[in-house]
């Protein structure tokens, strides 16, 4: 199975790093580092290096026209060279803070060939040497082309051939092209700060003049997005350069999101490098799988007893429905042959009931056959046959640590109400009716987990230290009887959108009831005497009595 993996790196002064040193390893070369202004200048020799399966030199199309017209070319050599010379002060000397490049690691995918994982690495670097508008270099690593011995230390036990990899390598600053040479130019987009990415474009006459708010002087802006948005974006389009590939096999697609970001409560894993298998890190990735494994498995029987538990729920509501749509149906029948003026509003209710059950009905059904499907890939998911679920009767102490993880995330859920990803907000044009945003709180749920948050104290005062709060929250999860006594308010907080459901039905009942209840008060036998009341409940129009709704 593909994974995703996209990790920005810088190549700077400040860690010790050199780009000739850089290229050599990534391109499995001998470089030699003639910078002059660097004593520590020498000759760097990765030629052992034998897993190199691609070495290119990518150009914006700008400075590629640019160059070909003087007949220009560049080697690998000459740019590291011009970056490291170029990287001076006025005065002569080596920038020792100078950042010399960006890298981003990507994690090809052991399902496609070679030639499929190159493209995906030269459409990616392609993509970025245009946005930033400098030079890029791509290094494709296959351990199935060799080995990387400066890597595994000549372990071959660490090599892992599904590894596939590319070191996608842009330089900080844009290369300018004058009087047929060339030099650095100003820093790319991505290494600006944030303040200036922010700030707007404003015409070269107004920088350096006083802005009229805050008196300081204008600031040349970029009028780009931020730096974490931006990161976000590049992230996206990898994810969406892999999924493309992938897509055309019909192999499971790969996602830049976080597992916060997709709402499951998993712990990620840690890239071990060049550390073994049996280190710390390797040994916490293994805990860490293990962990999400078994709440995956426990996720999956909750998802089936919690179907099985709605289709049940589903034909109660189905039968109470029937059941007063027989009573109404008594109630009108055995009014039929009086003359009343409310005939006519217990006509258009009855056509409302039946409408509302004929839509239910449906709605059952279709969610009935949504269940059965639902139930059906879970079991095949979690590997669970009919008589596999007999059996589980005698694994409850097994499943006793996944119920607590599940009242733990119930009360995590609750202290989290008031995030962006878990309330309806109005004021953005949000609502519970857009299925997007359907799984989150409105503001009528938030009122009530408020208040159940303030009687049981479960929100941290600013005063209060985390510990006291833990605890008090550690005593509640301890405590069954808070579960049992409050089931109603947790119901809510595991499906908000199933709760809306019941409560809007139980308005459209109470609403119908309504007017059966003024049915009845008036009575049929008593339409003279209202008729006489100085504050009767009919509105006279046209010498004809109506009833007031």
Same mark, same amino acid.
Not at 25 to 36: F, H, I, K, S, V
Not at 216 to 227: D, V
Not at 432 to 441: P, R, S
């Given at each position: 199975?593909?994974?995703?993996?996209?990790?920005?790196?810088?190549?700077?002064?400040?860690?010790?790093?050199?780009?000739?040193? @850089?290229?050599?390893?990534?391109?499995?070369?001998?470089?030699?580092?003639?910078?002059?202004?660097?004593?520590?200048?020498?000759?760097?020799?990765?030629?052992?290096?034998?897993?190199?399966?691609?070495?290119?030199?990518?150009?914006?199309?700008?400075?590629?026209?640019?160059?070909?017209?003087?007949?220009?070319?560049?080697?690998?050599?000459?740019?590291?060279?011009?970056?490291?010379?170029?990287?001076?002060?006025?005065?002569?000397?080596?920038?020792?803070? @100078?950042?010399?490049?960006?890298?981003?690691?990507?994690?090809?995918?052991?399902?496609?060939?070679?030639?499929?994982?190159?493209?995906?690495?030269?459409?990616?670097?392609?993509?970025?040497?245009?946005?930033?508008?400098?030079?890029?270099?791509?290094?494709?690593?296959?351990?199935?082309?060799?080995?990387?011995?400066?890597?595994?230390?000549?372990?071959?036990?660490?090599?892992?051939?599904?590894?596939?990899?590319?070191?996608?390598?842009?330089?900080?600053?844009?290369?300018?092209?004058?009087?047929?040479?060339?030099?650095?130019?100003?820093?790319?987009?991505?290494?600006?700060?944030?303040?200036?990415?922010?700030?707007?474009?404003?015409?070269?006459?107004?920088?350096?003049?006083?802005?009229?708010?805050?008196?300081?002087?204008?600031?040349?802006?970029?009028?780009?997005?931020?730096?974490?948005?931006?990161?976000?974006?590049?992230?996206?389009?990898?994810?969406?350069?892999?999924?493309?590939?992938? @897509?055309?096999?019909?192999?499971?697609?790969?996602?830049?999101?976080?597992?916060?970001?997709?709402?499951?409560?998993?712990?990620?894993?840690?890239?071990?490098?060049?550390?073994?298998?049996?280190?710390?890190?390797?040994?916490?990735?293994?805990?860490?799988?293990?962990?999400?494994?078994?709440?995956?498995?426990?996720?999956?029987?909750?998802?089936?007893?919690?179907?099985?538990?709605?289709?049940?729920?589903?034909?109660?509501?189905?039968?109470?429905?029937?059941?007063?749509?027989?009573?109404?149906?008594?109630?009108?029948?055995?009014?039929?042959?009086?003359?009343?003026?409310?005939?006519?509003?217990?006509?258009?209710?009855?056509?409302?009931?039946?409408?509302?059950?004929?839509?239910?009905?449906?709605?059952?059904? @279709?969610?009935?056959?949504?269940?059965?499907?639902?139930?059906?890939?879970?079991?095949?998911?979690?590997?669970?046959?009919?008589?596999?679920?007999?059996?589980?009767?005698?694994?409850?102490?097994?499943? %006793?640590?996944?119920?607590?993880?599940?009242?733990?995330?119930?009360?995590?859920?609750?202290?989290?109400?008031?995030?962006?990803?878990?309330?309806?907000?109005?004021?953005?044009?949000?609502?519970?009716?857009?299925?997007?945003?359907?799984?989150?709180?409105?503001?009528?749920?938030?009122?009530?987990?408020?208040?159940? %948050?303030?009687?049981?104290?479960?929100?941290?005062?600013?005063?209060?230290?985390?510990?006291?709060?833990?605890?008090?929250?550690?005593?509640?999860?301890?405590?069954?009887?808070?579960?049992?006594?409050?089931?109603?308010?947790?119901?809510?907080?595991?499906?908000?959108?199933?709760?809306?459901?019941?409560?809007?039905?139980?308005?459209?009942?109470?609403?119908?009831?309504?007017?059966?209840?003024?049915?009845?008060?008036?009575?049929?036998?008593?339409?003279?005497?209202?008729?006489?009341?100085?504050?009767?409940?009919?509105?006279?129009?046209?010498?004809?009595?109506?009833?007031?709704?």
């Amino acid at each position: 199975m593909a994974i995703y993996r996209l990790e920005r790196k810088s190549i700077s002064r400040v860690k010790g790093h050199n780009l000739v040193a @850089a290229i050599a390893y990534r391109a499995g070369l001998e470089l030699t580092d003639p910078n002059p202004l660097n004593p520590e200048a020498t000759t760097y020799d990765y030629s052992k290096k034998s897993d190199v399966a691609l070495t290119e030199i990518i150009l914006p199309d700008e400075l590629a026209a640019q160059m070909n017209g003087e007949g220009i070319t560049l080697t690998l050599p000459e740019i590291a060279n011009l970056v490291e010379k170029g990287e001076t002060t006025l005065r002569g000397k080596m920038k020792m803070g @100078a950042k010399l490049a960006n890298e981003y690691v990507l994690a090809g995918s052991h399902e496609l060939s070679l030639e499929e994982n190159i493209k995906d690495f030269q459409e990616f670097a392609k993509q970025q040497a245009e946005e930033q508008g400098v030079i890029t270099m791509v290094f494709v690593h296959d351990p199935k082309q060799g080995d990387d011995i400066y890597e595994t230390g000549g372990d071959l036990t660490r090599k892992d051939e599904r590894n596939i990899h590319a070191h996608i390598v842009l330089l900080s600053r844009q290369v300018e092209l004058r009087n047929g040479k060339l030099s650095l130019g100003k820093k790319c987009d991505s290494d600006a700060s944030n303040d200036e990415r922010v700030r707007p474009v404003v015409p070269q006459n107004l920088v350096g003049e006083p802005d009229p708010v805050t008196g300081k002087p204008i600031q040349q802006g970029r009028g780009l997005c931020s730096n974490s948005e931006w990161l976000k974006g590049v992230r996206e389009s990898w994810a969406n350069i892999q999924n493309k590939s992938l @897509a055309r096999h019909n192999l499971a697609l790969v996602t830049h999101k976080s597992y916060e970001e997709l709402g499951i409560d998993f712990k990620p894993g840690h890239h071990r490098g060049k550390i073994g298998k049996n280190s710390y890190l390797g040994e916490k990735n293994e805990s860490n799988y293990n962990g999400n494994r078994k709440q995956s498995k426990y996720a999956a029987d909750c998802q089936a007893d919690i179907s099985e538990q709605r289709i049940s729920d589903s034909k109660q509501r189905i039968n109470s429905h029937e059941q007063r749509t027989i009573e109404i149906d008594r109630i009108i029948a055995s009014r039929a042959g009086a003359t009343d003026p409310f005939a006519d509003a217990i006509r258009r209710s009855r056509a409302a009931r039946e409408s509302a059950v004929i839509s239910c009905d449906q709605g059952s059904e @279709a969610f009935d056959r949504a269940a059965d499907d639902t139930i059906a890939a879970v079991r095949r998911l979690a590997g669970i046959s009919s008589q596999g679920i007999k059996q589980r009767e005698s694994e409850l102490a097994k499943h %006793a640590q996944y119920a607590e993880n599940t009242k733990i995330n119930l009360i995590r859920k609750i202290l989290k109400r008031r995030k962006e990803e878990n309330q309806i907000r109005l004021s953005w044009g949000e609502s519970a009716d857009d299925l997007e945003h359907a799984h989150k709180f409105d503001p009528r749920q938030l009122e009530i987990l408020n208040a159940f %948050a303030n009687k049981y104290q479960l929100d941290k005062s600013r005063s209060e230290p985390y510990e006291a709060a833990e605890e008090r929250q550690w005593n509640l999860v301890n405590n069954d009887d808070f579960f049992q006594d409050n089931i109603e308010v947790f119901d809510l907080v595991r499906d908000p959108k199933l709760e809306r459901e019941k409560y809007n039905a139980r308005k459209l009942s109470d609403s119908c009831q309504s007017v059966l209840s003024i049915n009845s008060d008036v009575g049929y036998g008593e339409q003279s005497r209202g008729l006489d009341e100085p504050n009767n409940k009919l509105v006279m129009g046209n010498n004809i009595p109506r009833p007031k709704f």
